[in-house]
């Protein structure tokens, strides 16, 4: 079974910068395409970024675009968020997730990981 963890979070002052991980174990593959998800106490789940499985593409959430960063390393099975310029309403649980399907990552990713809270006080 695939297993994702997430490490990194944790509490900054706004406009500092976090970078998370999640390391990716099990029956996994290069190709998945990986990414961010966050949910905040009472709101619904929010797309934050992705990455294809090469690498070469990545797309972002409007919220978190120009500040936010995703990336890999694949022979590591490793994504990573740079976060900087954090603000109050980054604060949330953050949620790693993989699917074979760029398509389905976007929406219903088909592995999760535990989450990492992320907190920024105002």
């Known amino acids: 079974q695939v297993q994702l963890v997430e490490s990194g979070g944790g509490l900054v002052q706004a406009g500092g910068s976090l970078r998370l991980s999640c390391a990716a174990s099990g029956r996994t593959f290069s190709s998945y395409a990986m990414g961010w998800f966050r949910q905040a106490p009472g709101k619904e789940r929010e797309f934050v970024a992705a990455?294809?499985?090469?690498?070469?593409?990545?797309i972002y959430g409007d919220s978190v675009k120009g500040r936010f960063t995703i990336s890999r390393e694949i022979a590591k099975n490793t994504v990573y968020l740079q976060m900087n310029s954090l603000k109050p309403e980054d604060t949330g649980v953050y949620y790693c997730?993989?699917?074979?399907?760029?398509?389905?990552?976007?929406?219903?990713?088909?592995?999760w990981g535990q989450g990492t809270q992320v907190t920024v006080p105002s």
């Open positions: 990455i294809s499985g090469s690498g070469f593409t990545t």
């Open positions: 997730a993989a699917d074979d399907s760029c398509l389905r990552l976007g929406s219903a990713p088909a592995y």
